[in-house]
């Protein structure tokens, strides 16, 4: 391990990028000066990585908890149509944490952060007796007035969804059984779960050229996401599950794929509702990125499955929830 | 406890400021959105207080760790020289965690927050096996080029101190000891230790005057945050016993409140240099916080303890350093 924390603030302001442009003052200070754009608005977002909670050592590589720990932070900012620009990270690790695990998390983190433009610039450390946790904060901006929110839905809007639901869940569920996952459809699900893309592009198209009226992300699962986005719209929604974008794999019963699309998690797609007049400009993939409609927002505040049979059932929120069970 | 996160939300965000201002869009979206104002730069900062290395539940009321937490963090928007205006919180729970302790916590946390100006405006939550363990970031801001560095120390800058030192180390002393502290400077160290005050006011006179050239606040114990500026600075350090603000505790001898001073940490107060020509306007208190000269920078790097027998001994770093001893 580092021999103190000075050694290690230096080997870590090593790493990034040196002040320049808005970045006033990096890592090293007491805190960071940052410039924010004229007519922008800053966009502030904190995630919290724990293990046992959000990742086993056991089973996630450091460097996938690193880009984990940050991708969860950036897709907040995805979700607000912004454009990431730094990152601090708070991170506490055991005394059992090796130096390589540090250094492999931050490489995680970093390569993330530089394949999307963001500068890490700062944070705090602690060693502590339990299992390691990091708390990753996001800075984004978006020009003022353009930030998308949840609350925007209106009836009869539509309801889109990118990427594939439930791959991280499938993912997840390949890894703890330890099968290796040759089919190319399972390494797309274990890829998916320890290397998730923010969606940043797509959330900076849909506000840039005002087509959504309201965002989430899909961090714990489209049944609990899509009743935030409700209930903070004041509305209800219908999905149908034959338009779910389901992962393909072999093996799979296809009620299981809904289950884990609907109740999967840590997807960290981009749920956006599309007034009705504007749905045909959205477009079938947006840089590589599938773009599907899954259903529309109704006045009654239910939220309604319409399986394949046609019949209508109740969508419970089933995602994570962190208090439930205690 | 909370039945499920979306209780826990709607409960903190009764309790917080509804946007106005520069808060656009406070709790309860992906992110915050917040305006910084035109000429200024935001500064951003985060502290960790994690149960068993910042804090012990037999010994700190939630109350005092949720204001703590929070000072840490805006201690260091203080060293900047900037105005606190947002907090963001990660609060880690254990399953044995009380609403009653969640609640104090927010209760010491949002009252220092009010009397400082500050909006919470986000974080994160979850629920874990270990301890208790919170993250707290502050935003604030500064007008472009104002803020405070630890960088600008130069030789023959005075240094000085704000309030007492190791102030914070007896009051923890006592807490640990059981000593109930009915002399009225036990009660002023155990407040100390339990309820600091980050000294805003100061830092920001300090900036607005352009009185100091170097700041940073004493987290760490005077001898390794002094260490730190002086790093920062490439300068060294002389400082002079005989003038260190030290509490007066009956029992107490000189010797133990010179070490706890040097050594002691958490007493969030300020540290800064000011060139020799303007050291006479720094006031002997500021809003009633006593402010002391207690040495100068020096071309050597060195720092340097100078005795009341005039004896120059190495001032070594002996704060707190979570890397040390692992």
Redesign the interface.
């Known amino acids: ?8 603030v230096r080997w870590l302001r090593g790493l990034v990028a040196k002040d320049a442009g808005p970045l ?2 990096g890592i ?9 754009a ?1 007519g922008n ?8 990585s ?1 293990e ?3 990742f086993l050592l056991r089973l996630h590589p450091p460097r996938a908890v690193g880009h984990r720990a940050l991708a969860r932070a950036l897709s ?2 995805a ?2 149509g ?1 454009t990431p620009r ?1 990152a ?1 990270v ?1 991170l ?1 690790i055991s ?1 059992r944490t090796s130096r390589a695990w540090v250094k492999d998390f931050y490489a995680g983190l970093l390569g993330l952060a530089a394949r999307l433009g963001v500068t890490l ?11 390691i ?1 990091a ?1 990753v ?4 901006e ?1 020009p ?1 007035g353009k ?1 998308l ?3 925007g839905a209106r009836p009869g809007d539509q309801i889109f969804v990118s990427g594939k639901l439930g791959l991280s869940a499938l993912g997840l569920r390949l890894l703890r059984s330890g099968r290796a996952g040759k089919a190319a459809s399972e390494k797309q699900a274990l890829f998916a779960h320890l290397y998730p893309e923010p969606r940043c592009a797509l959330g900076r198209y849909l506000s840039e050229r005002r087509l959504a009226t309201a ?3 899909l961090s714990d699962g489209l049944s609990t996401d899509l009743a ?1 986005l409700c ?2 719209s004041g509305v209800g929604a219908r999905v149908w599950a034959s338009r779910m974008p389901l992962p393909e794999v072999p093996g799979e019963s296809s009620i299981n794929s809904l289950q884990l699309a609907l109740s999967g998690g840590e997807d960290y797609e981009l749920l956006f509702s599309v007034p009705r007049g504007k749905a045909a400009r959205i477009p079938h993939k947006h840089r590589g990125v599938t773009l599907h409609r899954i259903g529309e927002i109704s006045h009654s505040r239910k939220l309604v499955l319409i399986q394949s049979d046609a019949q209508s059932i109740p969508l419970v929120p089933a995602g994570h ?4 069970n ?1």
Chains 1, 2 share one sequence.
Do not use: P, W, Y
């Open positions: 391990m580092f021999r103190n924390e000075s050694e290690f006033k003052l090293g200070d007491d805190a960071a000066l940052v410039e924010v004229r608005q800053a966009i502030l977002t904190t995630d919290l724990i046992g909670v959000h907040d900012v979700a607000m912004g730094f601090l708070s506490a005394r610039i700062g944070g705090d450390t602690a060693v502590v007796k339990g299992g946790s708390d904060i996001a800075v984004g978006a003022r930030a929110r949840r609350s965002c989430i992300d935030h209930e903070a929830d962190h208090f439930r205690i």
